[in-house]
T-cell receptor, first 114, second 122 residues
Framework: DQQVKQNSPSLSVQEGRISILNCDYTNSMFDYFLWYKKYPAEGPTFLISISSIKDKNEDGRFTVFLNKSAKHLSLHIVPSQPGDSAVYFCAATDRGSTLGRLYFGRGTQLTVWP | DGGITQSPKYLFRKEGQNVTLSCEQNLNHDAMYWYRQDPGQGLRLIYYSQIVNDFQKGDIAEGYSVSREKKESFPLTVTSAQKNPTAFYLC?????????????????????FGAGSRLTVL
């Protein structure tokens, strides 16, 4: 059963506009969330993260928002650039878990066009 | 420079053959992982290891085997029992919390991935 869900497989945005990628999770024990970016034939690279004690974290053009009551997080990219075109994976973990692992969503393909 | 090295980058296999994918890291990370990526499926966990000589099955372990004899190395064998082995395989590592074996993903200690290996069964 998918504990982290990215329901939009693709998103197309014009350069300069805002890109909003969404992610939902089902496990209320998750307390740390991450976004990874992946180009074809490469490994994913870490983009930004947020702890459950916060509702927002910003890093340059990237902002992640967390709504714990809705079990929802979103990644905002402003302004979007063609180089942002990639697959974005949402991931979550329960840091109190003995085993400790990340659960990934299926990814959203972002295309930024000129 | 510290990082994760996966080899080979591309591998072709005939049906019925076992193949081993290599993963080496020099990040001094305790935990290592193998993921599989298929179109539309995201990243699915095959196996993970929190300490040397110990590993756990992930969500799709059937048809795969691993070993963790050294901290730096976590090879994955795709056996002939794996029904659909054609995929992109990703190795990753992370630090553990105070030697507890529990992965620490916070701050700078996020999961770090290798560049991947693409396996094609002919």
């Amino acid at each position: 059963d998918q504990q982290v869900k990215q329901n939009s497989p693709s998103l197309s945005v014009q350069e300069g506009r805002i890109s909003i990628l969404n992610c939902d999770y089902t496990n209320s024990m998750f307390d740390y969330f991450l976004w990874y970016k992946k180009y074809p034939a490469e490994g994913p690279t870490f983009l930004i993260s947020i702890s459950s004690i916060k509702d927002k974290n910003e890093d340059g053009r990237f902002t992640v928002f967390l709504n714990k009551s809705a079990k929802h997080l979103s990644l905002h990219i402003v302004p979007s650039q063609p180089g942002d075109s990639a697959v974005y994976f949402c991931a979550a973990t329960d840091r109190g878990s003995t085993l400790g692992r990340l659960y990934f969503g299926r990814g959203t393909q972002l295309t930024v066009w000129p | 420079d510290g990082g994760i090295t996966q080899s080979p980058k591309y591998l072709f296999r005939k049906e019925g053959q076992n193949v081993t994918l290599s993963c080496e890291q020099n990040l001094n990370h305790d935990a290592m992982y193998w993921y599989r990526q298929d179109p539309g499926q995201g990243l699915r966990l095959i196996y993970y290891s929190q300490i040397v000589n110990d590993f756990q099955k992930g969500d799709i372990a059937e048809g795969y085997s691993v070993s963790r004899e050294k901290k730096e190395s976590f090879p994955l064998t795709v056996t002939s029992a794996q029904k659909n082995p054609t995929a992109f395989y990703l190795c990753a590592s992370s630090r553990s919390v105070g030697g507890s074996g529990r992965a620490d993903y916070s701050g700078a200690n996020v999961l770090t991935f290798g560049a991947g290996s693409r396996l094609t069964v002919l």
